[in-house]
């Protein structure tokens, strides 16, 4: 297909140098990780993270998630404990972010975390993030290139279409594998999941042999994804529903659902990591072919289902 967005760029050597470029020069780049694409800028400058606030329309209250390479490149900018460790080596790199407390020697950005001693932490697996991080000397803040409240990019043509040409470099690293947002993990006291993602409590329970809390209402926002509208796809969504509202779309789930032209299967097979794959981008279609709402029947609330199921409830806010 015609690449016809003159801003999206082949993830080769000459680009990524090109990216690091971008970067070292306060700019913000699109990024691909193996969750959704990000906005990318340098986490210790301040004027790096005021314009990812600034073209995310984001408040200045929710921290941004800041990326790293490896566990010896963020030793100075956060204070490790052993539950870390251990979830580190069990998932990093790959789609977990941690909220651990700030190292006070640290360089990242104050207006990163949010005004708080705290940082939300990731070491992501997708090969051209890893591979732009490999080239730069600062950790990137990269939260999803999206505006705030909307649905998370799943593709570089995404980016584009949120943010036009305010977004001038777009790495293309194709579709994301996972297509949801990581999940969240505090490790400041006891380990309490704040997202669900992929990695579900039970995969972390396996590894810390012991029970995980899960607070989804916290008293103040202490990380992505905790405000009460999130993940929209800018008309009304209903769930738990079993059929579409007049002139709506009706997002389906496995074999017993007909096939006709306002139904969109998530996964024919049943299988949750298929749905999460297929989620914002079939509400992004949904939305360009102009339906007034979006309908999604009962998906199973188990394993990556309670991830997809989070996103439905807050993006049904009202």
Do not use: W
């Amino acid at each position: 297909m015609q690449n016809i967005y003159l801003n999206i760029y082949k993830p080769n050597s000459f680009n990524l140098k090109k990216a690091k470029k971008y970067i070292e020069n306060c700019n913000i780049i699109g990024l691909p990780t193996e969750t959704v694409y990000g906005l990318a800028g340098n986490a210790y400058s301040d004027k790096s993270v005021k314009k990812i606030y600034s073209l995310k329309k984001r408040p200045r209250v929710n921290p941004l998630i800041i990326h790293f390479k490896n566990l010896k490149d963020l030793k100075s900018d956060v204070i490790l404990n052993s539950t870390f460790v251990k979830l580190y080596k069990a998932f990093c790199p790959g789609p977990i972010t941690f909220i651990l407390k700030k190292n006070p020697k640290s360089k990242i950005s104050q207006i990163a975390c949010g005004g708080k001693k705290t940082i939300a932490i990731r070491i992501p697996k997708h090969k051209i993030a890893r591979k732009l991080l490999k080239i730069l000397k600062v950790p990137l803040a990269a939260p999803s290139a999206n505006i705030s409240s909307k649905i998370s990019p799943t593709s570089a043509m995404d980016v584009c279409d949120e943010f036009g040409k305010k977004i001038k470099f777009v790495l293309d690293g194709g579709r994301c594998k996972i297509g949801l947002e990581s999940t969240i993990v505090d490790l400041t006291s006891r380990p309490t999941i704040l997202r669900h993602g992929v990695i579900t409590p039970k995969k972390i329970y396996k590894v810390l042999k012991k029970k995980i809390l899960v607070n989804q209402k916290p008293k103040s926002i202490t990380a992505p994804g905790q405000l009460n509208l999130h993940y929209s796809p800018g008309i009304p969504v209903y769930i738990n529903k079993l059929e579409p509202r007049k002139g709506g779309a009706f997002i389906t789930f496995g074999k017993k659902f007909k096939n006709d032209k306002n139904y969109f299967n998530l996964s024919k097979t049943g299988n949750l990591n298929e749905a999460a794959s297929n989620l914002y981008k079939t509400m992004r279609y949904i939305k360009k072919l102009k339906f007034k709402s979006i309908s999604v029947c009962k998906i199973p609330n188990v394993e990556f289902g309670r991830a997809i199921n989070d996103r439905l409830k807050k993006a049904s806010y009202s």
